[in-house]
């Protein structure tokens, strides 16, 4: 079974995605770590971030793991240092280069064949695993989403300037001429403003549930 979850930055998705793949024994397929490890390959080698075509190299050549659901690069494990204002500032822009998720859609096929998987992103549903028994859509707030990062504690900016990268995040990401966001047709939306976490895990384990 393949549990398809969309939703914009901030939402949550890989929080719930992870207690939903523990809950379920499912493998958790986080796609928003490989388009970073794309941004990271490229501020690693030192590359222009500006010029698509060394995202685009970078995603060609990208030798990648995950072992015990964390990101290994090149054999050396880089989980810990994907979620950085640096790499929040490009990976946006990096991830809406056709070639880019051409590339990052197919190591992800490949790496989830024959599994059943929890896999969240921003085009899970619509794109990558279109055929997926059960589709979900996560929505909130900017500021509820702002709020949620800020106090994450992992970066450096202001309340305000999270809200604004947000929001450029969400323009990017619906604006991409090639895996969207957007809400898959058959997709039950979640609207996940002011609930807990494992008050969103509990709608979403009963929309599982039922579908089984």
């Known amino acids: 079974m393949i549990i398809a979850l969309d939703g914009p ?19 958790y397929l986080n796609s928003g770590n490989f388009y970073r490890s794309v941004t990271y390959k490229v501020f690693d080698e030192k590359r222009d ?28 494990n ?10 929040d500032k490009y990976v946006a822009k990096h991830s809406a280069i056709i070639q880019v998720r051409e590339n990052i859609n197919k190591i992800l096929r490949k790496l989830t064949r024959d599994l059943d998987i929890v896999a969240e992103g921003r085009d899970m549903a619509t794109v990558v695993f279109p055929n997926a028994e059960v589709k979900l859509y996560l929505d ?19 309340f305000e300037q999270i ?11 619906k604006g ?18 002011g609930l807990t976490i494992i008050q969103v895990c509990e709608k979403v384990i009963s929309i599982i549930n039922k579908k089984k």
């Open 9 to 27: 930055a901030g939402v949550g998705k890989s929080t719930i995605a992870s207690l939903i793949a523990q809950e379920t024994g499912f493998y």
């Open 49 to 76: 971030p500006e010029q698509d075509e060394n995202v685009i190299n970078a995603s060609k050549n990208l030798n990648i793991e995950v072992i015990n659901n964390q990101i290994y690069l090149d054999g050396v």
């Open 78 to 87: 880089i989980d810990s240092k994907l979620h950085t204002d640096q790499i």
């Open 140 to 158: 909130a707030s900017v500021e509820e989403r702002a709020n949620r990062r800020y106090n994450q504690g992992v970066s450096s900016l202001t």
């Open 163 to 173: 809200c604004d990268s947000i929001q450029k995040r969400d323009e990017i990401d």
């Open 176 to 193: 991409k001429e090639f895996g969207k966001l957007e809400i898959a047709k058959d997709a039950i939306y979640i609207d996940t403003t």
